[in-house]
């Protein structure tokens, strides 16, 4: 029997798959497509966006998984398998070359055993809350991207603004500054150095988050609240661990 039958032969359903990659290559496999799709992230980001993969399609998503549904979940975050009604093999074979491209992110409480927990030490909101309060909504996708704006986007952003007012932070150049202030004006210190200023890493990603939006034809909120909140924990953490107490 050759190499394609065995595998073939053994991937015949999701818990079949979980078992083909360990830990550290499903954490591998997470971390290429969140490059690919997103560009440079932080290490925050990736943990925080890597919790919620493993979970739906990584070595933590349910055993009766189909292949449709993976790929519809998949989809979240930018992989395509090149098949409209793929098999598991089909999957494996489209994962399998990130399994051993390590990027060298800390994986460290990317799945966490309590999986309960929503909170991070910087964030001090759950998942729920900002995903499912501040913004309640039941539409479930936009095929209008300025009704997206309207209806989500922008009441979003409202309501950040609203929870990080009182949030400031003691800065060398700039005095006392504001989370938002921080968070988004367009350009900030470069790193070790006390005069020249660079764009924005945290408004460059948003930006980025939001003109790939733009672009989709169907936009769905499981994406935007996936790439919102990745985005919100990974300032928190940033913001804190560069201008917090030392």
């Known amino acids: 029997m050759d190499v394609l039958s065995i595998v073939e032969s ?21 971390s290429n497509f969140f490059t ?21 399609i990584g070595i ?12 519809l979940k998949a989809a979240v975050y930018g ?6 009604m793929p098999s598991w093999v089909d999957i494996y074979n489209t994962i399998a070359p990130y399994a051993d491209k390590n990027l060298g992110f800390d994986y460290a409480d990317s799945s966490p055993s309590d999986k309960g927990a929503e909170l991070t030490d910087k964030t001090p909101e759950s998942r729920a809350e900002v995903t499912k309060q501040w913004v309640p909504t039941q539409t ?26 009182d949030t400031t932070y003691k800065t060398t150049n700039y005095g006392e500054r504001s989370w938002w ?16 200023e660079v764009d924005n890493p945290r408004l460059s ?10 672009k989709k034809d169907t936009i769905k909120k499981e994406e935007v609240d996936i790439e919102l909140w990745a985005w919100l924990r990974g300032t928190d953490q940033l913001l804190y661990s560069y201008y917090g107490p030392k």
């Open 181 to 196: 202030d921080l968070a988004l004006k367009r350009k900030v210190q470069a790193k070790g150095s006390p005069i020249q």
């Open 205 to 214: 990603l948003l930006m980025k988050i939001y003109e790939d939006f733009k």
């Open 140 to 165: 479930q996708e936009w095929t209008d991207f300025d009704k997206f704006r309207a209806e989500y986007f922008l009441p979003w952003m409202a309501m950040l603004k609203k929870k990080r007012s």
């Open 10 to 30: 053994r991937l015949r359903s999701a818990a079949d798959l979980k078992k083909r990659f360990s830990k550290q290559q499903w954490n591998n496999i997470a």
């Open 60 to 71: 933590e998503m349910a055993d009766d998984t189909t292949p449709e549904n993976w790929q």
């Open 36 to 56: 690919q799709k997103s560009g440079k992230i932080t290490n925050t980001d990736f943990r925080s966006r890597n919790k919620y993969f493993q979970r739906q």
């Open 79 to 84: 992989i395509s398998v090149n098949s409209s």
